[in-house]
């Protein structure tokens, strides 16, 4: 940590971790909605209100942003649930034959 101060390198972390958790969450919300409908919105909001509250707890500002992402990031995937739900049923993506 005290090399990316140091270096000025905290925000290119911050950005690319951003990077990184957006792009996980694209999968886990397609995952999400064709194994278990949008039923699994809950757990996008407990998952963003523990890392919000762990963001308000953490000192160190890198860390606290990175929460801070994750937790927007699940409260955002809450919406893309049901959206994804309206692209299965308009073809775009393939619907789950063993769900109801």
């Known amino acids: 940590m005290q090399f990316l101060a140091e270096h000025n390198l905290e925000g290119v972390v ?7 958790i957006i792009g996980l969450f694209h999968p ?5 909605e064709y194994y278990f409908g949008v039923r699994c919105w809950w757990v996008f909001l407990i998952a963003g ?10 000192e160190s500002v890198m ?11 699940s409260f955002w995937s809450i919406g893309e ?7 299965v049923e308009r073809g775009w993506f393939p619907k789950n034959p063993k769900r109801k």
């Open 28 to 32: 886990l919300v397609i995952k999400g």
């Open 49 to 58: 209100i523990v890392a919000l509250v762990a963001a308000l707890m953490i």
């Open 14 to 20: 911050i950005g690319l971790l951003t990077f990184f």
């Open 63 to 73: 860390w606290s942003a990175i929460c801070g992402v994750v937790g927007f990031s």
């Open 81 to 87: 649930l049901f959206e994804q739900r309206r692209r």
